[in-house]
């Protein structure tokens, strides 16, 4: 069974930094675009950020240009630096997995950012 499990989420007071980082069970996933998405409280699930499997092309979505920069490792380890953290970026993460940016096949079980005012 393929997997994504992410780690890193926690409290953090607003102005803060937080790592997330997604590790996948299968080598497969080198080949794969990986992300993240996100969902608060009462709102529907938004994208983040994501990456090409080589890491040459990334997207983020406007709110968080500038503050947050997704990267991966050599082996099947994404990361999502999260800087300047604001009370609206508290919400569960999801790390995603898939063969491009339109289709993700494989979702996380989400880890809780929480960043307090």
């Known amino acids: 069974q393929v997997q994504l499990v992410e780690s890193g989420g926690g409290l953090v007071q607003a102005g803060g930094s937080l790592r997330l980082s997604c590790a996948a069970s299968?080598?497969?996933?080198?080949?794969?675009?990986m992300g993240w998405f996100r969902q608060a409280p009462g709102k529907e699930r938004e994208f983040v950020a994501a990456?090409?499997?080589?890491?040459?092309?990334t997207s983020y979505t406007d709110s968080v240009k500038g503050r947050f920069t997704i990267s991966r490792d050599n082996a099947n380890t994404v990361y999502l630096q999260m800087n300047s953290l604001k009370p609206e970026d508290t919400a569960v993460y999801y790390c995603?997995?898939?063969?491009?940016?339109?289709?993700?096949?494989?979702w996380g079980q989400g880890t809780q950012v929480t960043v307090s005012s």
């Open positions: 299968d080598r497969t996933f080198s080949s794969y675009a």
């Open positions: 990456l090409t499997w080589s890491g040459g092309i």
């Open positions: 995603v997995a898939g063969p491009n940016f339109r289709l993700w096949n494989y």
